[in-house]
């Protein structure tokens, strides 16, 4: 989609066509269990310092999720996760996907305030590249998978977990 050889389509496709594709490679034919794997991030547990580092920070600052997820996605990762958000963003929304400096700008366009004044948190060095160039700050949290930072990234912050992220910020 952002190389151009397809037009956007929303993100649940995305996941049922490669839901599919796994499936086919598995030698698995069940519709239901192909669906129940594109719906099976919806149901990833959070890492073990997400909820308490999310609602320690949202106790001083407004947060702002901003995700490749369609908003259906989001609606169930976040309820069963317990994830604590005052609004959480799809790139469905900018019907294009992160890194386009659109998916960006829509949180720059709710969040109501210039992007310098935005912190763009990750644990993918590409999204937080994304997030910069359209200006706004960025936090690395490490993450056993992710996208690391490579020598030449200069991310504002660079944070072991949540906590301490909220730390680096004043948050007690």
């Known amino acids: 989609v ?12 995305l996941d049922r066509e490669a839901a599919g594709l796994v499936a086919e490679a598995a030698g698995v034919g069940d519709p239901a269990a192909v669906e129940a794997l ?3 991030a919806r149901r990833l547990p959070p890492w073990p310092d997400t909820v308490a580092g999310l609602a320690r920070i949202a106790g001083r600052f407004p947060l ?14 976040n309820a069963h996760a317990g ?4 609004q959480a963003l799809s790139a469905e929304d900018a019907r294009t996907y992160k890194p386009d400096p659109a998916v960006y700008r829509l949180a ?11 912190l763009m948190v990750a644990a993918h060095a590409w ?7 359209l200006g706004l ?4 949290v490490a993450r056993p998978v992710g996208d690391p930072p490579t020598p030449s990234d200069r991310f504002d912050l660079y944070a072991e977990g949540l906590a301490d992220l909220a730390g680096q910020l004043g948050v007690r």
Do not use: K, M
């Open 2 to 13: 952002l190389d151009g050889d397809r037009p956007y389509v929303p993100g649940d496709l």
């Open 38 to 40: 594109a719906r099976s």
């Open 64 to 77: 702002i999720g901003l995700s490749n997820a369609s908003r259906t996605a989001l609606l169930g990762l």
């Open 83 to 86: 994830l604590r958000w005052h």
């Open 108 to 118: 720059v366009t709710v969040a109501g305030v210039p992007p310098e004044r935005l």
């Open 127 to 133: 999204d937080l590249r994304g997030a910069q160039a």
């Open 137 to 140: 700050r960025t936090a690395y």
